[in-house]
Nanobody
């Protein structure tokens, strides 16, 4: 079992930045790839980014490529999502998730999810 807790969401103006954190507990954090997803009202959950257990490889969704950076600190069992040049379209609840399957973008392949943190970008 892996327990995930997101933090760092909030209200920011367009063009601003936020850093989300995902604190993990339970099983060995570095065994799991970590993904970030988001869900806006009335829309399906969308893949944002994923990082391998070692942190050596990352992959991003097209809508955030070049603006968001995923990282992790396995010594602290914490993952991060640095978000720059935020746009109103980035407004959503952001979730972190964990999987043993590696660089996966499909939500159904993730076994553990956090409760989500709200990010609101005003224009």
């Amino acid at each position: 079992q892996v327990h995930l807790v997101e933090s760092g969401g909030g209200l920011v103006q367009a063009g601003g930045s936020l850093r989300l954190s995902c604190a993990a507990s339970g099983r060995t954090f570095s065994d799991y790839a970590m993904g970030w997803f988001r869900q806006a009202p009335g829309k399906e959950r969308e893949f944002v980014a994923v990082i391998t257990g070692s942190g050596g490889n990352t992959y991003y969704g097209d809508s955030v490529k070049g603006r968001f950076t995923i990282s992790r600190d396995n010594a602290k069992s914490t993952g991060y999502l640095n978000m720059n040049s935020l746009k109103p379209d980035d407004t959503a609840v952001y979730y972190c998730a964990a999987t043993l399957l590696g660089m996966i973008t499909a939500t159904e392949k993730y076994d553990y999810w956090g409760q989500g943190t709200q990010v609101t970008v005003s224009s």
